[in-house]
């Protein structure tokens, strides 16, 4: 049973341009959560998803992100015109069920130029 | 505004004794807690959680102490081996109401041999 899968593993993007990263949740899990860590920061919270629903988007910034989780296929977060300040490390995390443990991803590593 | 606490960024403890890794939090309406590791390049492993309703949870070597009235709780591992050396986050949530995990900054505990 594989885990929680996220890709690329490293991105690197220069100022302006677009960045998606993509998770595939365990088997069997149809809720995903997306986590940024700034350096020397803990995990902030961005957004929670469900099949084809957002649920709580309250610690993604408004502008420039965008979260999905299509039917079919991985969940994306999707970064528009990325600045410097976008450089982090993105984790997705994915449950069962809404109470449940989630299991997070090794994470991709943005990192703007 | 930080809500869940880790005062300690690094911590070094002799192979075999006990580490105890401490976190504070600022919010009474928590509900649920966690400790998660995290290795470098990995993503966050989900370690041990309780439940504001006990004070105690203990999982092998792994226990986890909350302190309610003093909006406290500490990990201790005993006794602490190499592969204890990572990154750990304490985290909390609010169980019934939403589902984002809040954390701490970590805390970086060394194994010395």
């Known amino acids: 049973n594989a885990g929680v899968m996220q890709n690329p593993r490293h991105l690197v993007r220069r100022r302006g341009q677009e960045a998606r990263l993509r998770c595939s949740p365990m088997k069997g899990h149809s809720h995903v959560y997306w986590y940024r860590q700034l350096p020397e920061e803990g995990l902030k919270f961005m957004v929670y998803?469900?099949?084809?629903?957002?649920?709580?988007e309250s610690g993604m910034p408004k502008e420039r992100f965008s979260a999905e989780f299509p039917k079919e296929g991985p969940s994306i977060l999707r970064i528009q015109q990325v600045v410097r300040g976008d450089s982090a490390a993105y984790f997705c995390?994915?449950?069962?069920?809404?109470?449940?443990?989630?299991?997070f991803g090794p994470g991709t590593r943005l990192l703007v130029l | 505004d930080q809500q869940v606490k880790q005062n300690s960024p690094s911590l070094s403890v002799q192979e075999g004794r006990i580490s105890i890794l401490n976190c504070d939090y600022t919010?009474?309406?928590?509900?649920?807690f966690l400790w998660y590791k995290k290795y470098p390049a990995e993503g966050p492993t989900f370690l041990i959680s309780?439940?504001?309703?006990?004070d105690k949870n203990e999982d092998g070597r792994f226990t986890v102490f909350l302190n309610k009235s003093a909006k406290h709780l500490s990990l201790h591992i005993v006794p602490s081996q190499p592969g204890d050396s990572a990154v750990y986050f304490c985290a909390a949530s609010f169980l019934n109401r939403d589902d984002k995990i809040i954390f701490g900054k970590g805390t970086r505990l060394h194994i010395l041999p």
């Open positions: 995390a994915s449950s069962k069920a809404r109470t449940e443990t989630q299991y």
């Open positions: 919010n009474s309406m928590f509900d649920y």
């Open positions: 309780i439940s504001s309703i006990k």
């Open positions: 998803l469900q099949k084809e629903n957002i649920i709580d």
